[in-house]
């Protein structure tokens, strides 16, 4: 959700109220609904005011403490839902059931609190949407589309699918950065160990030298003086770090902006492609499933796009929908973002004009599906050359910093 800085004129006053909405248009809505007969003056984007600051932070705080909802558990519900509705269960009784049988206690909260929004007459859809940071944007928008069809059931199945599909792409990537990320583990702590117990059984005979020693040995020796002097507050330092950047990267765009860019640099091939083909199957998938849905493309474009993480990758993407607004085809806006492939491009101009943009939105999914896919299965070859260099330059270093002055005293011993 975002914070909107509206201007009204209520009553001859003018006056600037803060709005939460997630986009401009709804915080305009939402204005003219809580100021009935104002005028909207205009809309502007702004930052949380302090006390939402604080209380963001006590809520990311309570969450942590409370965990995090496994995703396979909101699967699991989603398809308890599916074939309870389809069974002809009131929805009610169906949330009650479902919130009974829960196995997280905040997801149980949750669907409870779902229920008794129904009972008291409010609709799926709008009750969910104070979740949205728990379910999504896909969740909500199946939901709207269920209830706007009377087929709840049909849409809930379709998003346990869609659901599934992220999940099962997530965990490729993250099975094939296991072995990696291992093995940069056991790099560092086969070299602190090497740093903090070998060195100083050479520092005193290097000392002793009292000459000037190699650039190697001087390494190894600032090295091992901060990691043996500072180790618990480098650790601190590194702790907090990480803690304070995941912090900034959820709560403030600029930071996550400039990271986001960071990830998607081409001085970073391996892991811009990763992102690019992983947000982009995400997104082709999301929008042709609702477009085969009959969700309109303007609002499947918009429920797409909130399911891409990445801010720049977004914003290029959202650019679509406000070309379409302008006039502009679906074709001509996609070609205007530039991260299509023409291939491709030809062939959502071929569905568009065909009247076949679901059938060929599916032939897209499929070949950033097909393309990150491959990019997982061999990310093990892509990594290993980089691996060797890394550890080839940590034994270099080692070797070097330890025996150059052993064969300078060898040399002085000789002459």
């Known amino acids: 959700m975002k914070y909107f800085n509206v201007t009204i004129i209520n009553k001859g006053t003018k006056s600037d109220e803060v709005v939460k909405a997630p986009n401009k248009m709804a915080a305009v809505a939402q204005a003219k609904k809580e100021f009935k ?28 403490m409370e965990g995090k909802i496994p995703e396979m558990q909101k699967v699991s519900t ?20 479902v919130a009974l049988h829960a196995e997280h206690p905040k997801l149980k909260k949750i669907y409870q609190s779902l229920c008794d929004d129904i009972n008291s007459g409010k609709g799926l859809s709008e009750s969910m949407e104070k979740y949205r940071h728990e379910f999504g944007n896909i969740t909500i928008a199946m939901t709207d589309l269920g209830e706007k069809t009377g ?35 056991a790099m560092g702590v086969a070299f602190s160990i090497l740093i903090l117990a070998v060195v100083p059984k050479f520092k005193e005979i290097f000392e002793a030298l009292k000459t000037e020693l190699p650039l190697p040995t001087r390494i190894l020796l600032f090295l091992e003086h901060y990691m043996g002097t500072y180790m618990w507050q480098i650790l601190i330092v590194l702790f907090v770090s990480i803690k304070a950047h995941g912090y900034l990267y959820k709560t403030n765009k600029g930071w996550k902006y400039g990271t986001d860019r960071i990830l998607i640099h081409p001085k970073f091939p391996l892991v811009s492609k990763a992102i690019f083909l992983s947000t982009m ?11 085969k849905s ?28 406000g070309n379409i607004g302008r006039g502009k085809s679906l074709t001509e806006s996609i070609i205007e973002t530039g991260i299509y492939e023409n ?21 897209v999914t499929n070949y950033y ?16 050359p980089i691996m060797m260099f890394f550890i080839a330059c940590l034994v270099t270093l080692m070797a070097l910093g330890i025996f150059m002055p052993m064969w300078g005293m060898g040399d002085a011993a000789a002459e």
């Open 37 to 64: 007969g104002a005028v909207i003056v205009r809309a502007k984007e702004t930052s949380a005011p302090v006390e939402d600051k604080f209380q963001n932070i006590i809520k990311i705080v309570n969450e942590s």
């Open 343 to 363: 291939m491709l491009i030809q062939m959502i101009k071929a569905g568009e004009m065909g009247g076949q943009l679901d059938l060929m939105l599916e032939k």
């Open 294 to 321: 009959g969700v309109p493309v303007n609002e499947a474009l918009e429920t797409a796009v909130g399911m891409v993480d990445n801010e720049i990758l977004k914003e290029k993407l959202g650019s679509i929908n």
């Open 151 to 185: 087929n709840i059931s049909g849409a809930y199945t379709k998003l346990a699918t869609i659901l599934e599909d992220i999940l099962e792409n997530n965990k490729k990537f993250k099975k094939a950065m296991k072995g990696p990320k291992n093995t940069l583990i």
């Open 78 to 97: 989603i398809k308890q839902i599916a074939v309870m509705t389809d069974a002809g269960i009131p929805i009610n009784d169906t949330l009650e059931e």
């Open 369 to 384: 599906y097909a393309e990150f896919t491959d990019l997982i299965d061999n990310l093990s070859a892509y990594i290993e």
């Open 281 to 291: 199957h995400r997104y082709s998938l999301i929008f042709g499933e609702l477009v």
